[in-house]
């Protein structure tokens, strides 16, 4: 939403732990500490908008690890923007999501 | 993306896959599966990381099913965002421009539903307060009533006598508090207005700490004040307090007369306090009791107690008989073969009201699908004619479940509304229920509208939109889906498969209007045997009062009976009375007292073991005034007490002279109490009487004595009165005798006998009626879905019918065939009904009297009944068949 102040405290909490590394919904939740029913449609909104974009990983790695391919998500130029804006709005999130582990390496593509 | 059959097997097995699952018709079709496999996907992936199928640890599953929650805001959010074409608004207005195109059609639905809907939630309004609703206490699960059980006489749940409870309460270690109270003593308050003789429940002072009850203003009892010789303190009831007291709460501090004595106020009980078991106006701790608190034998107190967090009732059960085991061996006189009894609270109040609840739910809800059954049928009816619309639709790309979706959109509509009118006519019901019920009906004014009712009406409404609904959807659709756009689509499969269904939907109807006649006449017989039971006295133009004297203004026993001896003389003078009696305790009405009577030969038993009678005591005109006969010997006359010299006589019923004294002739035997000092002689027996019904008309007698009242020279006497005629007018005439002779009493329970019995029989006559009303209801509305199908059969047969005609088949070769087919359907249905009845009616045995649940003549006049009325309901559609014109039905479009 370039332009839009309306970014919210939680979705700036998703943008930023997608910047990190928290690629994945459920890691995103365990970065976030926020509840399922929150982040998701906060990824909706954020992909609508054009600050993430989301892909599914390959089909390869997945089979291999026995389990259906998950949805990823990555931050966009435009959404880079938007959390530079959200950081200098809200600046404690950067120390709250220090807390979390860190970010698992996507697996290549 | 799509997935192989290995990982989409790890995926469904995650927790909370299989909700995400159900979820996913929310979703918008063009984002179902994707959103579908990124939700299994990282569930799969979490449950793996976890251990997966290996994991048992309850909290990993929990916290992914916790998480899994979240799936229903996220496809809300896709719904709302994507769902571009609005359906179920769209299908909410297409709904109700059809519904509103057939106003009858519609009416009749909607009302039909709504009745039904309205009855049966005011039924369960009813259950719900009596049954559901946790009791008005503090943490009432934890509480439990205590009873004495009677190994010996077999009584299981007898109330305690105090010396007991107070040595359950020292020993006992599983009760948090233990307490006890009287839930009915009598006492005159005089003072200010006219004197009025109040219920008073007589408490121990823990007892509304253990019920968890505050007092509105003031406070409850302490301690110190259950000790005799204590200060004597009351706590106001609320309705008496807003009645007699103006509801001031300068009221606190004051003191009050009852019974002659002074009591200071010191609270007042919010409005909702209930005592279980009690209606008492005010409180006030066990001192009052008196000599009834001494001994061990009086037994008259009923005991609850909150059990410590984490102790079980049946911890406490045998903590508690452990104690009473112990009482047994230090007082083997009085206590042996004395037990406990204990049950949780919510059982105690509740438990008596189960089955005949239940019943009346299982009955409102069998009208209810009768009701369902009909609208059923209209709802093919009506589908039927919609057969082209909804080809169009599905020619324009409308899927199967989208057409039934649109179909049952319209029902939940229909269901909803109805269930709104109904909701109006289940506030009005659940009132009158509660005005006809049976008084003793617990928690009767918890009845109302709430929360709980609400959502069984929501939920009641869209299950029958599903039930009236589902199959007449699938079937027009299914209809549609198979035959697309053809001219004269009515082939003869399509009218098979309806006809089917409308059999099967007519056949149920008749079956469970079958089981609920059966239910009804069953009732009917019950309650007509039970009315018919002789009392053992004769009611008519009788009216009993009750006169109380206060023991501080008559203390000595000789002036309460010279009271009572010039009252009954004066009595027996007001124009039209016949004769006067007294008595202690009113048959079907007080519940009796008892004691134990040592008979000859048995002397060395303890007292715990004699047999145990009722006891009455009785004035000499007593047994003359009821009508009760006279079998053996005499009943007591003025001389037998007059005379001191003579030893003290006692009468007794038929069932004593039979059960216990047998083969021996009982007048003139003699008979001591249990527990009487040795010196005091003893009763000797002049008479037998009739046995009169005792605690109720469906009980047996049990074995009475009766003493002279001038024994025991009681406060309290209910007076009888037999007139002429209507003794109505005898009240007033007795209040003012008793008024001329002391205005300090008050003159109350005034009834008639005819009264007395029929409130004997409130419950049977309550649940009677109302299943007999449903039964009715049900046989309407079975008639009319009968005359329904036959109709639309006749209609749909008008071509062949025609044929028949014309080719020479006579009026009643058509009726034959109409009426044949009617009955076959009628005769199956019947028969299944009857089968159904026989085994369902098992559940209402307890509810019955003098008549077996598998009479059979009840099963054969119902079945007779529904037959004849299927008859009936057919002739009119069988008619009109064999009075066809055969040319024009045989040209007709139908």
Same mark, same amino acid.
């Given at each position: ?109 | ?15 909370? %896959? ?176 006219? %004197? ?18 505050? &007092? ?31 509801? @001031? ?165 229909? &269901? ?33 509208? @709430? ?22 959807? /699938? ?76 023991? %501080? ?25 016949? %004769? ?59 001389? @037998? ?63 009475? /004595? ?133 085994? &369902? ?54």
């Amino acid at each position: 939403m370039p332009g839009d102040s309306r970014i919210t405290h939680p979705t700036a909490m998703v943008l930023l732990a997608v910047s990190r590394g928290h690629r994945y919904g459920f890691d995103i939740i365990d970065a976030t500490g926020l509840r399922s029913g929150t982040v998701y449609p906060i990824l909706r909104r954020l992909e609508d908008a054009g600050l993430l974009r989301s892909r599914w990983e390959p089909v390869r790695s997945a089979r291999e690890a026995q389990r259906p391919p998950r949805r990823y998500y990555q931050i966009t130029g435009a959404g880079a923007e938007a959390l530079h804006e959200a950081l200098a709005r809200y600046p404690g999130i950067a120390k709250l999501l220090a807390s979390s582990r860190p970010a698992p390496r996507p697996a290549p593509a | 993306m799509a997935a192989d059959p290995v990982s989409r097997d790890r995926a469904t097995h995650a927790p909370g %896959a299989g909700f995400v699952r159900a979820l996913a018709p929310i979703v918008p079709a063009s984002r179902r599966e994707e959103w579908l496999g990124e939700w299994e996907a990282e569930l799969a992936y979490a449950w793996s990381r976890v251990g997966g199928e290996r994991s048992t640890s309850p909290a990993a599953r929990a916290a992914l099913l916790l998480r899994a929650l979240g799936a229903l805001p996220d496809a809300i959010w896709l719904r709302r965002r994507y769902g571009g074409d609005l359906m179920l608004r769209q299908d909410l207005r297409y709904a109700a421009r059809s519904l509103v195109r057939r106003p009858a059609f519609t009416t009749v639905i909607v009302a039909t539903l709504a009745l039904c809907i309205g009855a049966t939630t005011a039924i369960f309004s009813v259950v719900h307060a009596v049954l559901l609703r946790p009791l008005p206490y503090e943490a009432p699960d934890r509480l439990v009533m205590v009873w004495s059980r009677d190994s010996i006489g077999q009584a299981d749940r007898n109330v305690v006598s105090a010396a007991n409870y107070f040595a359950w309460r020292q020993e006992s270690t599983s009760f948090e508090q233990l307490a006890a109270y009287f839930p009915n003593w009598n006492a005159t308050l005089t003072g200010g207005e006219a %004197a009025e003789r109040l219920e008073i429940g007589v408490t121990s002072a823990n007892l509304f700490v253990t019920l968890g009850a505050r &007092a509105e203003i003031g406070r409850t009892f302490l301690t110190g004040e259950e000790v005799p010789g204590a200060p004597r303190v009351v706590v106001l009831g609320h309705a008496l307090w807003q009645r007699r007291f103006g509801g @001031d709460s300068g009221v606190l501090g004051t003191t009050i007369v009852l019974d002659g004595e002074p009591y200071t106020v010191v609270g007042v009980m919010p409005r909702d306090f209930k005592l279980p078991g009690s209606k008492a106006d005010l409180f006030t701790p066990l001192p009052i009791l008196g000599r009834m608190l001494e001994g061990r034998i009086p037994h008259l107190l009923m005991v609850v107690g909150r059990l410590r967090p984490g102790v079980t009732i049946e911890r406490a059960r045998v903590d508690l008989a452990t104690v009473a085991r112990r009482l047994e061996r230090e007082y083997p006189q009085s206590n042996t073969g004395w037990g406990v009894t204990m049950l949780s609270l919510h059982e105690q109040v509740a438990g008596e009201a189960r089955r005949p609840l239940l019943v009346l739910l299982a009955a409102v809800a069998t009208v209810l699908l009768i009701g369902c059954a009909n609208i059923a049928n209209l709802m093919l009816s009506r589908t039927a004619g919609r057969h082209r619309e909804l080809a169009v639709r599905a020619a324009l790309g409308a899927g199967r479940r989208r057409l039934i979706t649109q179909l049952l959109t319209e029902s939940v509509a229909i &269901a909803v509304v109805a269930g709104g009118i109904g909701l109006a006519l289940a506030y009005w019901g659940a009132r009158g229920l509660a005005a006809l019920a049976p008084e003793e009906l617990p928690r009767l004014n918890d009845i109302g509208i @709430d929360a709980g009712v609400l959502a069984f009406t929501l939920g009641l409404s869209v299950l029958t939109a599903v039930l009236f609904g589902l199959a007449p959807a /699938i079937h027009a659709v299914r209809r549609v889906t198979g035959d697309v756009l053809k001219e004269s689509s009515r082939a003869a499969t399509a009218s098979g498969g309806r006809r089917r269904l409308r059999n099967m939907l007519v056949v149920s109807e008749i079956a469970f209007a079958v089981v609920l006649l059966v239910g009804a006449g069953l009732l009917i017989s019950s309650f007509v045997r039970l009315r018919g039971q002789d009392p053992g006295f004769r009611p008519e133009h009788v009216v009993a009062m009750k006169v109380g004297l206060p023991r %501080a203004a008559y203390p000595e026993p000789a002036r309460r009976i010279a009271f009572f001896d010039e009252l009954t003389r004066r009595l027996r003078a007001l124009p039209t009375v016949t %004769a006067v009696g007294a008595i202690t305790r009113l048959p079907l009405y007080d519940s009796p007292l008892t004691t134990r009577v040592v008979l000859p030969g048995r002397q060395a038993l303890a007292d715990a073991e004699q047999p145990e009678v009722g006891l009455r005591n009785v004035s000499e005109g007593y047994f003359h005034a009821m009508g009760i006969p006279l079998i053996a010997g005499r009943t007591i006359t003025e001389r @037998d007490v007059a005379d001191t010299a003579l030893p003290p006589v006692m009468v007794i019923n038929q069932t004593m002279a039979r059960r216990l004294l047998v083969g021996r002739d009982p007048v003139g035997m003699q008979l001591r109490i249990a527990g009487a000092a040795p010196t005091t002689p003893p009763f000797t027996i002049v008479g037998v009487v009739g046995d009169v019904r005792d605690g109720s008309l469906r009980e047996e007698p049990n074995p009475q /004595i009766y003493l002279s009242y001038r024994q025991t020279a009681p406060t309290t006497l209910s007076v009888i009165l037999r007139s002429t005629s209507d003794p109505a007018p005898l009240v007033a005439a007795a209040r003012r005798t008793v008024a001329a002779m002391d205005p300090n009493l008050a003159v109350h329970s005034t009834t008639t006998l005819t009264q007395v019995l029929a409130e004997a029989v409130t419950e049977e006559r309550f649940v009677t009626l109302l299943i007999t009303s449903f039964a009715l209801v049900a046989i309407v509305l079975a008639a009319v879905g009968v005359y329904g199908v036959m109709a639309y059969g006749v209609t749909e047969r008008t071509r062949e019918i025609g044929i028949r005609l014309a080719f020479g088949a006579q009026t009643r070769d058509v009726l034959r065939l109409v009426l044949g087919e009617g009955l076959a359907v009628a005769a199956l249905a019947v028969a299944l009904g009857l089968m159904v009845a026989w085994g &369902a009616t098992r559940a209402m045995t307890s509810l019955l009297y003098g008549v077996s649940a598998a009479d059979v003549t009840t099963y054969a006049s119902v079945g007779l009944l529904l037959l004849l009325v299927a008859l009936l309901a057919c002739y009119l559609p069988a008619r009109r068949a064999a009075h066809m014109d055969p040319a024009s039905a045989i040209r007709s479009e139908e």
